[in-house]
């Protein structure tokens, strides 16, 4: 089936190869020239595992390509995805200019029947607005489609390619059906394919993102208080995840969650609810947790050194958000790093894949590593904020020769406190004492 996917950014990208790669014609599209030149070379703007492998495939294969003429790839498609961006604008809102100008492109476009299905994260009450803005400006039949993504980064293509569940929200029994066959390879084990109204749809997106940024303040709250009371929040963490009424998945206290999606989708939410005269209490504290947790390994670094970091080296493991990415959208990395530079701190920082993109929104001044072990070369602390792989079993011995002091925030507590603490290290955890 011939498929066009509007928006080449991360979700529109992963979502087009790995629809191709299920054996689709697929063109993907964008306006930014730049972009579409790199991507039809085989090279992958982004870092996300296994996607330039399948990229490359469907290429070499001739099953996609990708352009800028929207027009033409939109007339020569059947179903045609939107995922452009959906950033926050003032005061929480969700800047829909993007989607707005698709639209409009869109339905200038049409020149048959077409299934139009939005896969940016959108307002609640979005797909019946895009139903009318097409609707005046074709003539032509045309189904609207909400079909949220949940994507992980690090993730993402095993997530597309074995979802949990996928939603469609549409009230055109044709629509439905015709994706229903374009999803029933990725769904062959049995997870549901759910067919709601649009706005359900719509809400789901954001209810899932706000359930998950609930348990993860939640947490970090319960870890503040387990510093205070002398209790070893690793310990209740794993005491309730055992609870099947609970589950251990985002469980984990640290230092904030980030990315593009539950920090913007919590806020979005909150925004809606007010614009409706609601008030999400919950959501709201979830969000102020989040902004303060950001802060809590700078608090603890300023009070291990007395509030005196004028001068001293500090090295950072991790700066994206999440490992298994190279994105830094609200970082808690690139939080910390600020406050300590503004304390005068000198920053040595070190990430798998995230340096390039670092150096482009940090202050001059922080010195990047392509080895954890030089970027502790002489630092009076170590603070780990991203677990990638890479730095969950270090040489100890081999940091500690190379530290002018022996002192670990560890942001993620993936460390053993009583081993660091044995071998001479002064250890700082979350929610451990």
């Not at 079909?147 to 569940?165: C, H, I, S, T």
């Not at 439905?176 to 769904?187: D, G, S, T």
């Not at 589950?247 to 909150?270: E, H, Q, R, T």
């Not at 560890?410 to 660091?420: C, H, M, S």
């Amino acid at each position: 089936m011939r498929i066009a996917v509007v928006g080449v950014g991360y979700v529109g990208l992963v979502v087009g190869v790995c629809l191709a790669d299920s054996g689709h014609e697929l063109v993907g599209v964008d306006n930014d020239h730049a972009k579409i030149d790199l991507l039809n070379k085989g090279q992958v703007p982004i870092y996300e595992p296994g996607l330039k492998e399948f990229m490359e495939r469907n290429i070499r294969e001739g099953r996609l390509s990708f352009s800028t003429e929207l027009k033409k790839i939109v007339q020569e498609s059947f179903l045609v995805f939107i995922a452009v961006g959906t950033p926050l604008a003032d005061r929480g809102r969700v800047d829909m200019s993007a989607v707005q100008q698709v639209i409009q492109e869109i339905g200038e476009a049409i020149n048959e029947y077409k299934v139009i299905i939005i896969k940016s994260t959108v307002p609640v009450g979005t797909a019946c607005q895009v139903q009318a803005v097409l609707a005046e400006l074709t003539e032509h039949d045309f189904s609207v489609v909400s079909n949220p993504e949940f994507l992980k980064e690090g993730n993402a293509v095993q997530d597309f390619m074995k979802p949990d569940r996928i939603i469609l929200g549409t009230d055109d029994r044709q629509a439905a059906e015709i994706l229903k066959e374009i999803y029933a390879p990725f769904v062959r084990t049995g997870n549901p394919i759910l067919v709601m109204d649009p706005e359900s749809a719509e809400m789901v997106k954001y209810a899932a993102n706000a359930m998950l940024a609930t348990r993860i303040s939640f947490m970090n709250e319960i870890a503040g208080l387990c510093e205070k009371l002398g209790a070893n929040v690793e310990n209740v963490r794993r005491a309730i995840g055992a609870d099947k009424r609970i589950g251990s998945s985002f469980l984990f206290p640290g230092v904030g969650y980030g990315g593009s999606c539950l920090p913007k989708d919590v806020k979005a939410l909150i925004s809606l609810a007010e614009d409706q005269g609601a008030a999400l209490d919950i959501l709201t504290s979830v969000d102020r947790v989040n902004e303060r947790q950001k802060r809590v390994l700078f608090n603890k670094i300023c009070e291990h050194f007395d509030n005196c970091l004028a001068g001293r080296k500090i090295a950072v493991w991790g700066l994206s958000f999440k490992p298994g990415t190279d994105d830094l959208r609200e970082s808690p990395a690139i939080a910390l790093i600020d406050k300590l530079i503004e304390k005068g701190a000198h920053i040595q920082a070190h990430d798998p894949v995230a340096n390039k993109g670092a150096s482009q929104i940090l202050p001059a001044g922080v010195n990047y590593f392509g080895d954890c072990y030089q970027a502790v070369e002489g630092a009076e602390a170590l603070a780990l904020v991203t677990e990638w792989s890479e730095f969950k079993y270090p040489d100890f011995e081999r940091i500690k020769d190379r530290m002018k002091s022996p002192v670990i925030f560890d942001g993620r507590n993936i460390y053993n406190p009583g081993k660091l603490r044995g071998m001479g290290f002064t250890y700082y955890g979350i929610g451990r004492v």
